[in-house]
C-alpha cells in the first residue's frame, strides 16, 4: 500500500513540477507583450519631457520613472543613476548599460532591446524636431513589436501550457 502511494506522490509532483515549467515558458510570452506596452507608454512620458517640456536628461529620466508603471519604468530611474555616476558616458552607453535587464527581468527579445538602444542613439544628439521624428519612428517599430509578441503570444503560450501538462504526463507513464 505505501509503495502505491509514493508511486501516486511522484507522479502528482512530476506532472506539477512540469505544467509549472510550462506555465512558466508560457508566460513569459505574456509578460513580453505587457512590458512592451508599458514601456512604449514610458517612451511618450520621456518624449514629452524632452521634446516638449526641454527637461534635462537626469531629470526626464526620474520624471518618467515617476510617472510610469513601475513594472518597467524602475529601468529609468536606472538609467539615470547610471548616468549621474558615470558623467564620462554617452546616453548610448547608458541605455546599453540596463540591456541585460530588459532581456532578463522584461522578457524583452533582442529586437526589442535593440529599438530602445536605438533610442539611446539619439536622445541628446540633435534638436528637438529630429528627436521627435525619432521618437515617431521608435514608436512605430515599439507598435510593430507589440503585433508581432501579441501573434507570438497567441501561438505559443498555449503550446507551452499544454506541453508542460503532456509532458508531466508522458514522463509519468514512462516512468510508472
Do not use: W
Not at 26 to 52: D, F, H
Amino acid at each position: 500500500m505505501s509503495m502505491l502511494f509514493l508511486k501516486i506522490v511522484a507522479s502528482l509532483m512530476i506532472i506539477s513540477s512540469c505544467t509549472l515549467i510550462g506555465y512558466f515558458l508560457g508566460m513569459t510570452y505574456s509578460k513580453r507583450v505587457e512590458n512592451l506596452i508599458l514601456l512604449q507608454n514610458c517612451i511618450r512620458i520621456l518624449e514629452t519631457e524632452i521634446v516638449y517640456s526641454a527637461t534635462p536628461l537626469p531629470e526626464a529620466f526620474n520624471n518618467v520613472y515617476l510617472k510610469g508603471n513601475k513594472k518597467v519604468s524602475y529601468v529609468f530611474n536606472d538609467i539615470k543613476k547610471y548616468l549621474i555616476q558615470n558623467k564620462d558616458a554617452t546616453v548610448f552607453d547608458v541605455f546599453v548599460s540596463v540591456s541585460k535587464t530588459l532581456s532578463d527581468e522584461l522578457h524583452l527579445k533582442k529586437e526589442d532591446i535593440e529599438i530602445i538602444l536605438s533610442l539611446g542613439r539619439v536622445i541628446g544628439n540633435s534638436d528637438r524636431l529630429d528627436q521627435q521624428k525619432h521618437f515617431k519612428m521608435i514608436h512605430t517599430q515599439l507598435e510593430n513589436q507589440c503585433k508581432e509578441a501579441e501573434e507570438s503570444k497567441k501561438k505559443n503560450e498555449k503550446l507551452y501550457k499544454n506541453l508542460g501538462v503532456m509532458s508531466g504526463l508522458a514522463i509519468t507513464i514512462i516512468l510508472f
